[in-house]
């Protein structure tokens, strides 16, 4: 599976048109590509997914294949900012072997935006894209994860309670998981 497969496939289930953004680590020891869509299925607002996190090993098999993972977030405004949080989260991935569904990824958000009290990432299925599906090739399968931004009493629930739980309480309270910038609803 190459680069341009992933991309391609993302414009499948995203729409709009893309343009793709290289990031580096401070150490200039990884890089990561994020490809930004403003205009796609999504309205109002845009989103951003990684390109080249699925070269990272998860240690899950699928099917008998090597299961890979790349992730995506939807959110409105500050679209360099919404790069830089994704590409942190990316590094924060590879360095951490965090690439499984229901992995938190610790602290990320306030590296780039104080006034919130999101903090963290969840990461979980992707829920706003009715045409998204894992991607499959004869010797392995992608699978995004959508960046679900939490606060540490919604963290401290979703340890308590379990993710799905807390996905109902999204859904129950209406919850904006776009807003960087939102409050908690715990």
Known sequence: MNNRTISGHELDFIGGTPAVTRFENEEGTRSIDILSVHDGYLKERSVYATIGLHREDTGLIVHGKPLRTELIFAALNDHELN????????????????????????????????????????????????????????????????????????????????????????????????????????
């Open 83 to 186: 790069m830089n949080i994704l590409a942190s989260a990316a590094f924060e991935c590879m360095d951490r072997h965090l690439l499984k569904p229901g992995c938190v990824i610790h602290n990320v958000i306030p590296a780039y935006i104080k006034d919130t009290e999101v903090r963290h990432f969840v990461c979980m299925t992707p829920v706003f894209w009715e045409r998204y599906s894992s991607l499959e090739t004869d010797d392995e399968i992608a699978a995004w994860l959508q960046l679900v931004p939490v606060s540490d009493s919604e963290l401290t629930f979703i340890e308590k309670e379990g993710l799905e739980r807390f996905d109902r309480l999204l859904s129950e309270t209406n919850t904006d998981i776009t807003r960087l910038r939102r409050h908690s609803i715990i």
